[in-house]
């Protein structure tokens, strides 16, 4: 059971509903592509566990002790505390003295050196709670386009491939009450602080109109006159009404004031009766 799911903070909102309307800063740009990788492999870990009967699951945790740290995943289960760290990268790579080098040369330097000082400070928490569950921490590179050679084994570093195994012990037995209650303890103690970067507002006027699906993050057509629903590429399907709200909620955010029905209507297409009557 999952406790807590990811939540965009709001410039990763802005950068992320941004994208493809204007041309980005360098800044932007950057924080983009990183957003967009690490959402990709948090997303893959996520579709992959979030049907499996065990462990208390908390997606996104952020603690301070001597500085704050950000964990992709928890999960208590079976007297374990267990972090896992995800990363998404295609094509080969070689293990070179803890780096990982593409063919291209592209450079993931030492992850386990963060990594490392992840688990300590989890440790540290845990110790301070008084919770008596054994520590683990794992980096785990999702994606069956991820290859590497001259790698010799380190179990805190997983691939694709043991993504079913974590499954499989997950599935063992269904998650118990001591459990949700170790899992609750550590999201009273969620740090809001420091999660916002600075916001560069672009000009809302010159941006691209439309609306984004929220699963593919690719622009939906424009709604038919006729039509009930609105279909993406990707094969989701979304009432007017659902394209309306989806609407409201891109232009506040991108505009960074009030939210007017010729805004909605512009966006999407869908006529005046329905955008007022949402």
């Given at each position: 059971?999952?406790?807590?799911t990811?939540?965009?903070?709001?410039?990763?909102r802005?950068?992320l509903?941004?994208?493809?309307?204007?041309?980005?800063?360098?800044?932007?740009?950057?924080?983009?592509?990183?957003?967009?990788?690490?959402?990709?492999?948090?997303?893959?870990f996520?579709?992959r566990?979030?049907?499996?009967?065990?462990?208390?699951?908390?997606?996104?945790?952020?603690?301070?002790l001597?500085?704050q740290?950000q964990?992709?995943?928890?999960?208590?289960?079976?007297?374990?505390?267990?972090?896992?760290?995800t990363?998404?990268?295609?094509?080969q790579?070689n293990y070179?003295k803890?780096?990982?080098?593409?063919?291209?040369?592209?450079?993931?330097?030492?992850?386990?050196?963060?990594?490392?000082?992840?688990h300590?400070?989890l440790?540290?928490?845990?110790?301070?709670?008084?919770?008596s569950y054994?520590?683990v921490?794992?980096?785990?590179?999702?994606?069956?386009?991820?290859n590497?050679?001259?790698?010799?084994?380190?179990?805190?570093?997983?691939?694709?491939?043991?993504?079913?195994?974590?499954?499989?012990?997950l599935?063992?037995?269904?998650?118990?009450s001591?459990?949700m209650?170790?899992?609750?303890t550590?999201?009273?103690?969620?740090?809001?602080?420091?999660?916002?970067?600075?916001?560069?507002?672009?000009?809302f006027?010159?941006m691209?109109?439309?609306?984004?699906?929220?699963k593919?993050?690719?622009?939906?057509?424009?709604?038919e006159?006729?039509?009930?629903?609105?279909?993406c590429q990707?094969g989701?399907?979304?009432?007017?009404?659902?394209?309306?709200?989806?609407?409201?909620?891109?232009?506040?955010?991108?505009?960074?004031?009030?939210?007017?029905?010729?805004?909605?209507?512009?966006?999407?297409?869908?006529?005046?009766?329905?955008?007022?009557?949402?």
């Amino acid at each position: 059971m999952f406790l807590k799911t990811r939540e965009f903070n709001q410039y990763e909102r802005y950068i992320l509903e941004a994208a493809g309307r204007c041309d980005l800063d360098q800044f932007d740009k950057d924080h983009l592509f990183t957003t967009d990788k690490r959402l990709l492999g948090e997303q893959l870990f996520y579709e992959r566990i979030k049907d499996c009967i065990g462990g208390a699951k908390i997606w996104d945790m952020r603690l301070r002790l001597n500085g704050q740290s950000q964990y992709d995943f928890i999960i208590v289960a079976d007297g374990k505390i267990m972090h896992f760290d995800t990363k998404y990268y295609e094509g080969q790579y070689n293990y070179v003295k803890g780096n990982f080098v593409s063919e291209n040369g592209y450079v993931i330097n030492n992850p386990l050196a963060l990594q490392t000082k992840q688990h300590m400070r989890l440790q540290r928490f845990v110790d301070k709670m008084g919770i008596s569950y054994e520590v683990v921490s794992c980096i785990i590179f999702v994606g069956e386009q991820f290859n590497v050679s001259g790698f010799n084994g380190d179990k805190r570093i997983l691939f694709d491939k043991d993504i079913c195994k974590i499954v499989n012990r997950l599935n063992r037995r269904e998650v118990t009450s001591e459990e949700m209650e170790i899992a609750r303890t550590f999201l009273e103690h969620y740090d809001y602080k420091g999660m916002h970067t600075r916001i560069h507002y672009y000009p809302f006027e010159e941006m691209k109109k439309g609306v984004k699906c929220p699963k593919c993050r690719n622009f939906l057509p424009i709604a038919e006159k006729n039509a009930k629903k609105v279909r993406c590429q990707c094969g989701c399907e979304y009432t007017k009404k659902e394209v309306v709200r989806l609407a409201f909620d891109a232009i506040y955010v991108l505009k960074n004031s009030g939210v007017t029905v010729r805004d909605v209507v512009e966006f999407t297409g869908v006529g005046r009766t329905i955008v007022q009557q949402v």
